[in-house]
């Protein structure tokens, strides 16, 4: 098994640099299995969003579409089902549902925040 930063994977997905794509491919495609960090999907997310404008409904097809390839070996995959959920029908960003859903996980009644966008998360309370 190998593992990826969020650089490889994001070219390996938008193929927008012919010559990191094409080794991203490579390595991607003839690896056994590839490790995926929560840390990874999160940086993902922030940068198809930031940086190729991609909207949530782009970005959870993306993740599932990850979640679902054999090859990829996920980290908490529960988790990251459940956030891709909560962030397909709130407003949080699906860094904050994630945050949100490891506490919970967790044991944690609530996870305080300052953001009010994120407070709107059922596991989550604005901290005033």
């Not at 988790?79 to 949100?100: P, Q, R, T, V």
């Not at 506490?103 to 059922?122: N, Q, V």
């Amino acid at each position: 098994m190998i593992a990826i930063d969020t650089n490889v994977l994001v070219r390996y997905l938008v193929q927008d640099d012919e010559k990191q794509s094409q080794c991203a491919s490579q390595l991607i495609e003839h690896a056994e299995e590839t490790y995926l960090s929560i840390m990874v999907l999160c940086e993902m997310v922030w940068v198809l969003n930031r940086a190729y404008g991609y909207n949530r409904s782009q970005i959870c097809q993306v993740l599932k579409q990850i979640l679902m390839t054999e090859s990829f070996v996920i980290e908490k995959t529960d988790l990251i089902w459940s956030s891709i959920y909560d962030y397909e029908k709130g407003n949080c960003d699906f860094s904050d549902c994630l945050i949100a859903n490891t506490a919970h996980h967790h044991f944690a009644e609530t996870t305080y925040t300052f953001d009010k966008k994120a407070s709107k998360h059922k596991f989550m309370t604005l901290l005033k």
